[in-house]
């Protein structure tokens, strides 16, 4: 059958990765770690341009657990592994994901969900909406609006001084 990827069994450990790409802007990834009881979250994006946003640690509005459980009940732990439906467009967007639970690693890429007709694409699109909401990032709407991330980097990069490599 092939090797299953295992994690290192940490008690209580769980992580959740969930990469948002996009075609034209690139996208953005969500870490949410537990350890033990202690949970945190960092942002990551996927070039230069708006470094300002990403590495910088997050929290959701209401709290880690609550957050955790919200994910179970949109099904992200029955999402199946592998690549779910097929890429339609190279220009589109779609999820990549990683989740570490009870010691074992499940991935998942689901290429253009609002166009695919299977479960885990309503599920991922549920639950990137309750990651947008929870860590205020327009860049995981199931609807991408362009123009709202647009006015949400710029917003956040404001006032940064930028440094450019010569």
């Not at 640690?57 to 592998?82: A, C, F, M």
Request: hydrophobic fraction near 35%.
């Amino acid at each position: 059958m092939g090797c299953r990827p295992e994690a290192p069994q940490t008690p209580g450990f769980l992580e959740f990765r969930l990469h948002r790409w996009t075609g034209l802007e690139g996208g953005e990834t969500l870490l949410l770690r537990r350890i033990g009881s202690e949970w945190s979250a960092i942002v990551l994006g996927d070039g230069q341009r708006f470094s300002c946003m990403y590495q910088r640690p997050v929290k959701p509005k209401s709290d880690w657990d609550h957050v955790w459980t919200n994910l179970l009940k949109k099904g992200l732990l029955d999402i199946p592994e592998g690549q779910l439906g097929r890429l339609i467009v190279e220009d589109g967007d779609g999820f990549d994901g990683e989740v570490t639970h009870e010691g074992k690693v499940k991935r998942f890429e689901i290429p253009h969900p609002q166009s695919q007709n299977f479960p885990a694409a309503k599920q991922i699109l549920e639950i990137s909406d309750l990651l947008a909401d929870e860590f205020e990032s327009p860049v995981f709407r199931a609807d991408y609006d362009r123009g709202q991330v647009g006015e949400y980097l710029i917003k956040n990069c404001s006032g940064v001084k930028r440094e450019y490599a010569r």
